[in-house]
């Protein structure tokens, strides 16, 4: 479990724990917000929670981050940044509560852990992949300076779906 806590504007971003299965299972049995993610449908809490506490337990470069609303302290959503396989670009990925989508909660969580990557480890190249089918995500990207960069796929974790994608780069100085 890493240690690290973001501050933005509306949210806190920390490490998620098993005690935030009730909030995180909102979004992930949502078949909405899954229709495009790469697992599938969480059917109780407690597969969250079992999630949550592999999470937990990572102690690897792979930085999870629960997006707490500061308002109501509600976690609305989650999100990663880490390096990729060949270690040269990190990347970033997120997932939000259906009734907090086109808020700007998720561009400002993601600015955040860009940052984050950057200021405490240096990082310069960054990378993300949305399903071009959900331009929304496409959109949050973009608003936080990633540009287009290649066509690429991905699937779901079980094999049973694959979605042609966009890949985002960003450079940060």
């Not at 998720?106 to 940052?115: G, N, P, S």
């Not at 949050?140 to 779906?161: A, K, L, P, T, W």
């Amino acid at each position: 479990m890493h240690r690290f806590v973001l501050e933005t504007e509306r949210l806190t971003l920390r490490c998620p724990t098993p005690n935030d299965a009730e909030d995180a299972f909102v979004w992930l049995s949502d078949p909405e917000v899954n229709r495009y993610m790469p697992y599938n449908l969480y059917e109780s809490v407690e597969q969250v929670r079992a999630w949550l506490q592999t999470v937990a337990d990572d102690d690897g470069m792979k930085f999870h981050f629960a997006f707490v609303r500061k308002s109501d302290g509600r976690v609305i959503g989650s999100g990663d940044v880490s390096p990729n396989e060949a270690g040269d670009v990190w990347e970033t990925g997120y997932n939000l509560r259906r009734d907090c989508w086109n808020q700007g909660y998720t561009t400002e969580a993601v600015r955040a852990m860009l940052r984050f990557a950057h200021d405490v480890f240096g990082v310069h190249e960054f990378g993300a992949t949305h399903a071009i089918a959900n331009p929304a995500s496409g959109r949050v990207m973009e608003h936080c300076g990633m540009r287009f960069d290649h066509f690429n796929e991905y699937g779901r974790f079980d094999g049973s779906e694959t979605f042609p994608a966009k890949y985002y780069r960003l450079h940060m100085d």
